[in-house]
């Protein structure tokens, strides 16, 4: 099969630029190894998506609803239940494995739009028994949402993100016990307003600068070990809490998907994701990036504008354009991420930025361009438009934020 | 005749196989809902050379014995097994005098091959090992395998050629007449023998008590492991030993035949009460971290994609204790199974079914004409040409439907291990490696069980994680 254009991920970056390609007049096929798209918002039954893009509230599945639909009435060719087996850079072709057999897809263009996986237990090295009943929230919710199953009885929560506090009301709600929500940090993860909503009406306690030390149950888990860490995180010995829960639930953080990419492509330090501009092109020019898989972001919404501009993109190098020059993006003093990782003048910057520590009141600094934010938290992301004129003639741009 | 096989880790697997040659009738009992999950199920995975067991012992015999059967047992049995050789490295002087001695215990062991490197040669072998090293001693017929993957295939054959499996039955006591066993009786039922083997790991020596047999007592040596993302496959390419301690064969460093990188293991003595609890720690895992990084000092430990411990049957004499017991007539104890019980395995089968058997006891086994050594394993699509992949996909469809993204492994392949007695999730994740890659089933584990749900005809809330306690989901979220 010969096309323009190839999206690889059917989430909501990969949506929206199946559907900017085609806005663009090109030939577009999306390529989904899951049996439907939507990616993660198909599991996120909550309220909160879709402020920005249709200044509407929306829960996951509503807002993923919208773009299948836009993909129908498109007739944008998707392929679920299929998986890229390989990827030929130089050739421009990839190899894809479905029930319908192996097939090749010629493009001239491709948007790389993977998402991110959930950080697994096994990485924690938590130390004790390895019994059944210790999940991620996004199995948890798989089990919930798609499988009508709950997944315990008596629960404790790691990560008090959004994701985590969210699905401590939820299970209450369901009738789950939630004994409490841990989170390594000072202070919480998530949004104040997830933090009274989700915990404090419903009574749940939050312990703060905690971790798990130890899971226990030779089958099914039986008790969680709960104790203080110092400021490096290191567990202080004498404080351990001992919880028993038969369910323990993991919220610790996303990691972009990368791995067709991965050796092929720029990473961004910063991110762990790929390297984008913000255009979404690669350090491979015919192959673009967006969403999860290249920063993990705080809204879809924000995923779906990304999207949208690596479509954009990818369509106009499918027609013969070429872009760039395209000047570095470094993240300075206490910045922890930005994206995107270079500045092509194609497009004005829309800077995606998370701060290193929590910082009362910080002047950002981009060029020639400065504005004052207050209550900067690592766990919100800021969005910034930086206009053209800010930028001109550097050779490298830095973000930086000073502290006032 | 009727045989009764007490256990179906790796002994009692492969001892159920080679019996299924000859015309008996084999009853393989096993406790846990699959076969290969006891010791064989965590430890190093290496095919040892034979240097490191002192000369004159029962387990170096069996060591360099068994280490030579592997090659053509792989092939019958197709599992996986690399012959990628091993170094003990030495950083100064008084290690390179322990090399000295592993070579000539290695000599009188007769494991063949071995030499000496100098530092050039070694790093020139291992190129990520620390530059420090000053001599290395090279073992050629050292290699890895699935331990767990040796106990499943060897029972799959066993069964093909005649021998009964019977999972979720534990041993709790024997029917004795004459002082003889009659009846080995366990938790559900009674099974009339003619002659028991005693391959119970951990709990063998219970078992030899039960039957009035004579045993040494076992207790737990365990050892702590971290397994690495196969992303960082390649830095690592032997079986890398530091020199070895009094108690072990200290904290190595060593590929798996799936391209991960795996360290440890510590060596800690427990109390028998332990017997059925590997547990992890922190003081454990920082202990294998610390000694990798001294091996190999660029590994990134970030890649961690889990941890996970094994308990050794170690004894107070530190050697196998195989025979057949002269209190109870009938009974043959495969005792104490230490490492390196892994590779020792398949000539102790042989022993105790051609030595034991039929030479001490004197019983006379036929030998079935049609007994077939080849077992195929489950075939990975994802690893074959795109032209037979293609194939296969035309003649099913499921054979193209990826589960697990990770390891790329389809649901033909888990239904395959359905088919093949997988009846929980660690049942699939071990025949099948799906659930096993670096995201640990988060993808793919629920879409598993709605495959187990389906083809087992049972209901998700009954299905479990590797035992019959081990649930997975409780109720319905609504009726
Ligand atoms: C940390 C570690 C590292 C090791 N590294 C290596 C290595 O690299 N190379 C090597 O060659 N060897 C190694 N070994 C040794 C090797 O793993 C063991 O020798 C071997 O797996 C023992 O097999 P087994 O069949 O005796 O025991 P198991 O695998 O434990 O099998 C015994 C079975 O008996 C069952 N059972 C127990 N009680 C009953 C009962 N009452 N009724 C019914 N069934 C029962 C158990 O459930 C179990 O499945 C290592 C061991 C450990 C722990």
Redesign the pocket.
Known sequence: MKVDVVVIGGGAAGMAAALKVSEQGARVVLVERDERVGGILNQCIHNGFGLHYFREELTGPEYAERFKKALEEKDIEVLTNTFVKALDVREKKLVVVSEDGIRILETKALVYAAGARERAFGSLMVPGDRPSGIFTAGVAQRFMNVENRLPGKRALILGSGDIGLIMARRLTLEGVEVVGVVERLPYPGGLLRNVIQCLEDFGIPLFLSSTVVEVRGRERLEEVVVAKVDENFQPIPGTEKVFEVDTLILSVGLIPQIELLEDLVEVNPTSKGIATSNLGQTSIEWIFAAGNCTAIYDLVDYVTYEGEMAGKYAALYAKGERFGPKVAVKAGENVMVVQPNWYDPSEELTLYVRTRKVIEKGRLVVGSFEKTFEELVPSEMLRVKIPRRHLNGLSEIVVEVKEE | MRIAV????????LIARELSKYDVDVTL????LD??????????????AGYDDPPGTVRAKF?VL?NSMYEDLSKELDFEYKKIGSLVVAFDDREVKVLMKLLRQGEENKVEGLRILEREETLAMEPNLNPAVKMSLFAPSAGITE?WMV?IAAVENAMENGAKLILG????GFEKRNGRIVKVV?TRNRYEVDLVIN??????D??AKMAGAEHVDLYP???E?ILLDKKLGGHVRHVVFPVPTETSKGILVLPTVDGGILL??TAEDLPSVMKDRPLTTREGLSKVKENAKRLFPRLDLSYVVKTF?????ESPRRDFYIGRSKLVGNFIN?MA?????????PAVAKYVVEEIIQGEIGVSLTRRKDFNPFRKGIVHYASLSLERWQEEIRRDPRAGKIVCFCNEVTEKEVIEAIKRGARTLDGVKFRTRAMFGRCQGNFCMPRIMKILERELGTDMSSLTLKSENSWIVDGKVRE
């Open positions: 007490i256990g179906a880790g790796v002994f009692g697997s009992i096993e406790k846990n076969v290969g999950m006891g010791v064989t199920k965590a430890n190093s995975a290496i095919v040892h060591c068994g331990p106990a039955e534990g041993v709790v366990t391959c119970a790991g951990l709990h063998a219970e078992i040596r365990k050892g492991y440890g293991p411990s094994g308990l050794r049957p495969v199974t230490r490492s390196p019980g892994l590779t020792a395995a």
